[in-house]
């Protein structure tokens, strides 16, 4: 099986379409670096702390390393799909296209490993451009601007002390890897069942988008069903950065995040199964 991983991994890392993503990342978070080393970010402090008024007198720096790490993380959260749907909407559909499929199959290897091999290819992407982003917009972001308090705005203002910021990073990064594993896989679902790469891509986009909008659609009439809207759960990871922690939710969100993975996985395995390979 790790044969088989990595010679997966080595048809993603082949593509140049995988590295879209890396460079993304690559270029947009030094810009914001810049932006805060330029100043540019005074306008986000003031947004944060208009609601308070006179009664707010920082006695240290808020524009720091923290501050660029949640800014990214929320802002490029938004933009992940896509970089992740590029690679998952391939998994299966470039066998197809390069008509690769017979000799794949009728080696000695179980049509069971090429499905688990691909899914857990296609985690280990995920998880490699979430590192990524990790590695740019935290670790450098604290190295250039150092540590200090975190304010936030998630429904009301928080502010977290520099000792108490770190640990609630890594719970959303890990947070966030489920919910892009949710995203890869779903493109990996549909990847199984087309021959190019392009409908699983778009599909995919497709339905996060309508089930995203839906969810956040100020109608009443729609609050019975957003509980079966996955989009509902995939920005959970900001719950980590409130006070008291909703740690209820968190399980409740990953449960079923974990649960559609499993069930989308499973799909996939059966319809492959029974996949013909000579038409």
């Known amino acids: ?29 030094p810009l914001a670096q810049w932006a805060l ?20 007198i920082s006695g240290g720096n808020i524009l720091n390393g923290y501050l660029l790490a949640f800014i990214s993380l929320q802002g490029l959260y938004i933009h992940f ?14 066998e197809a296209t390069a008509g690769t499929y017979r000799i794949l199959l009728t ?31 935290f670790v450098v972001s604290i ?8 304010m936030v705005f998630i429904s009301k203002i928080y502010i977290f002390a520099s000792d108490d910021v770190t640990w609630r990073f890594l719970m959303a990064y890990g947070f966030a890897y489920l919910s892009l594993s949710l995203i890869c896989t779903l493109a990996f679902t549909f990847s199984s069942l087309v021959e190019n790469a392009i409908g699983p891509i778009i599909t995919s986009l497709a339905i996060i ?23 509902t759960y995939l920005d959970e990871w900001r719950l980590f950065f409130t006070d008291p922690i909703d740690i209820e939710n968190i399980i409740k969100s990953a449960i079923i995040i974990v649960s559609h993975i499993i069930a989308l996985y499973l799909i996939t395995l059966s319809l492959f199964l029974k996949k013909d390979i000579l038409t």
């Open 209 to 231: 988008i309508v089930f995203t909008i839906l969810s956040f659609l100020p109608f009443e009439v729609l609050d019975s069903f957003r509980p079966y809207f996955f989009t």
């Open 37 to 56: 080393y330029a100043g540019g970010m005074k306008g986000y402090q003031n947004m944060l702390t208009r609601q308070l008024g006179d009664a707010f």
């Open 81 to 94: 799909p896509f970089l992740i749907v590029l690679v998952g909407g391939d998994l299966f559909s470039s």
């Open 143 to 150: 190295f250039l601007f150092g540590e200090g308090a975190l």
């Open 107 to 137: 080696r000695p290897i179980s049509r069971f490993k090429v499905v688990t091999s691909k899914f857990i290819a296609g985690l280990i992407y995920s998880g490699a451009l979430l590192l990524w982003l990790f590695l740019l917009s």
């Open 1 to 29: 099986m790790r044969t088989l991983i990595y010679i997966e991994l080595l048809k993603i890392f082949k593509k140049w379409r995988t590295y879209i993503g890396f460079i993304a990342i690559g270029i947009l978070i």
